[in-house]
């Protein structure tokens, strides 16, 4: 963050990235839909928390596409948007983990080696999964659905970092 003053947490670096991140991450897995699991809040509830995280200083947010079925990552978009937090300021560290549908895991997947990441991360809950998330490194997408997956995994400026 490019200013810490009245912040309440510190700031490390990642790894030799250069990329400072709050020493604490604020976990999102609890914010989505209720009915995903009782101790789900729902997103009224988490965009609450979101802006105390950022207001103590957090400024790093997990994510996956599997908490509460993309619930999740919705709700950290839109307390973003909605509070106006500085997108610059921000890491947010989302995965792959599981299917949240075949199709829509395997476009992801395709997605991200097609743009260059090397070596996705990926979490399976059983071997018939596994079989899909192997399978789905030789997908080709088309422009259309190649579009459609970037608009929501724009690449955005490390701030301070050259």
């Keep these: 963050m490019a200013d810490n ?16 991140v709050s020493k604490l991450i604020m976990g999102c897995m609890s914010f989505g839909s209720p009915a995903w699991g009782e101790w789900v809040m729902d997103g009224d509830e988490g965009t609450k928390h979101i802006k105390a995280a950022y207001d103590a200083g957090i400024n790093a947010f997990d994510t996956a596409d599997v908490y509460s079925n993309g619930e999740s990552e919705r709700i950290l978009g839109k307390a973003i948007r909605e509070y106006k937090l500085p997108r610059e ?35 399976t809950s059983s071997i018939e999964n596994l079989r899909e998330l192997i399978a789905a490194t030789d997908i080709t997408l088309t422009d259309e659905e190649k579009k459609y997956l970037e608009e929501a995994y724009q690449t955005q400026p490390v701030f301070g970092h050259v």
């Design 5 to 20: 003053t009245g912040k309440q947490i510190e700031y490390v670096r990642l790894g030799k990235s250069g990329l400072k």
């Design 89 to 123: 300021e921000i890491v947010v560290l989302t995965k792959l983990w599981g299917a949240v549908s075949t199709k829509d895991v395997s476009e992801k997947l395709s997605w991200a080696t097609g743009v260059g990441v090397t070596a996705p991360i990926v979490g």
